[in-house]
Structure formats: structure tokens, C-alpha cells
């Protein structure tokens, strides 16, 4: 009979192998280019749990810990800012870079994209929403990016959503009125569904981190950055 042990130690080497094939691989420079100009960017720590390893009787087990990762409990920033950014670079017009190299490949700064934005808006065009349904982090991290670029965010949740992530969510658009948080008397799919609707709506984009027929672009986009968070994630 195989033992707990064998079965852990067999998944930790193949996890380490997948690990090994990630890391060698080059990471987008335009996905960390994004990611340093973010506010509060800074390595998230890295801890050694040598009990652990001689329980599992391997060589070394190490937790990222993503807990304070741009001052929020959770690693989906990743993902949503980068999914955020191109979604808005394509709506404003982001083709040509005004940096380094790496922000000419992928587009305009973050201040830069900021900017066209607003100059969109000063001629006179509609003001640009996102929306989303969320249980808590995705959302809170859609929120954020909106915040920071000047775009309305509207975050559907489920009814059984708690008060402290609702106004988790709600705190990112402190101050002003860019952040609207709707709980819905809905499950998930209930608030997908009616988010979905929104995103038909010209003054608004959808933005999820899921895919479906007819909806691969935003994730596709996002998808470089979660398998590629080890170009970010080992910071």
C-alpha cells in the first residue's frame, strides 16, 4: 500500500520538476515592467519549513508567502492587473510604448495609460467601466487597478458574500466614486450571468479571470501571467 508519505514526496518532485520547467523559462519583461510600477511593489518573502520536509522526507519545502503582495491578501493582482491593462491599452490606443523596451512591447506606462485615458474622457467620449463578479479577491483586485487608472469598477457578489470582504472590496474605491460594490441575491454563476450582460453594454468591459466560448481574450492575456508568476512570484 502506498503511504501518505510516498504519495507526497512523488507529488512534492513532480511539483518541483514543473517548477524547474517554469523558472527556465524567460518571463514576459512586459509583465514585470507592469508589475514594478505598481504601488508597494516589493519581494514577497519565502519560508523554509524544514518540519515539514522531514515529515514528508524530502529535501527541502518552502511556502511563498503572497498574504501582503501589494498590500492585499492575495496573489490575484497578478493576473488582474495585467488583464486590466492590456483590456484598457486596446480601448484607448496602447500600441506604442513610451519607456524602456519592455514598455514598447507591451504598450504605454501605467501613468501613460492613465493619461489617454483621461484625455479620452476630456474629448468628450464615455467614461470606461469594468466589471466583474467576484467571491472576494479577484474582485478587490480588478478594483484596485481601477482605481489606479481612473476607471469606474463595478464588482458583483454573491449573497453569501460576508460584510468584511464586501467592504474589503469597497475600500479600494475610498474617497471616490470609482468602486461599486453590488451584492446580489445570487449565487456565483447568478452574478457571472448578469455580469456578462453588463460587459455587452459599449461603456463597459468585462474582465474575469474564467473563460468561456466567445469569451477567451482577457483570460488569454491573464493567463501569461499566472503561469509566468515565477518571473514575478520569485520576488
Not at 518532485?13 to 527556465?24: F, I, R, V, Y
Not at 497578478?78 to 491599452?89: E, K, N, T
Not at 474622457?121 to 463578479?133: F, M, S
Not at 487597478?145 to 464588482?155: S, Y
Request: a negative charge; aromatic letters at 6%.
Amino acid at each position: 500500500m502506498t503511504s501518505v508519505r510516498d504519495r507526497a514526496s512523488r507529488a512534492t518532485k513532480s511539483d518541483t520538476k514543473a517548477a524547474t520547467s517554469h523558472s527556465n523559462s524567460t518571463p514576459d519583461p512586459a509583465i514585470l515592467f507592469l508589475h514594478t510600477q505598481l504601488p508597494s511593489y516589493a519581494a514577497t518573502p519565502l519560508h523554509d519549513l524544514p518540519d515539514l520536509a522531514r515529515e514528508w522526507g524530502v529535501g527541502h519545502v518552502y511556502l511563498k508567502d503572497e498574504s501582503t503582495r501589494f498590500g492585499l491578501p492575495s496573489f490575484k493582482i497578478l493576473g488582474a492587473s495585467w488583464a486590466v491593462y492590456r483590456a484598457l491599452s486596446e480601448i484607448v490606443g496602447g500600441d506604442d510604448g513610451d519607456g524602456d523596451a519592455a514598455s514598447r512591447s507591451s504598450g504605454p506606462s501605467l501613468e501613460g495609460l492613465k493619461q489617454r485615458i483621461r484625455t479620452r474622457e476630456q474629448r468628450g467620449e464615455a467614461r470606461i467601466g469594468l466589471v466583474t463578479a467576484s467571491a472576494g479577491n479577484w474582485g478587490r483586485a480588478v478594483a484596485r487597478m481601477g482605481r489606479l487608472l481612473g476607471v469606474r469598477v463595478l464588482v458583483l457578489v454573491p449573497g453569501s458574500t460576508g460584510d468584511e470582504t464586501v467592504d474589503a472590496i469597497a475600500s479600494e474605491g475610498e474617497g471616490s466614486d470609482e468602486v461599486e460594490v453590488c451584492r446580489l441575491d445570487r449565487d456565483y454563476d447568478g452574478c457571472l450571468d448578469l455580469a456578462r450582460r453588463k460587459g455587452d453594454e459599449a461603456e463597459w468591459t468585462l474582465v474575469m479571470d474564467a473563460s468561456w466560448e466567445g469569451y477567451e481574450r482577457i483570460p488569454q492575456v491573464r493567463q501569461p501571467t499566472c503561469h509566468n508568476n515565477l518571473g514575478t512570484q520569485t520576488d
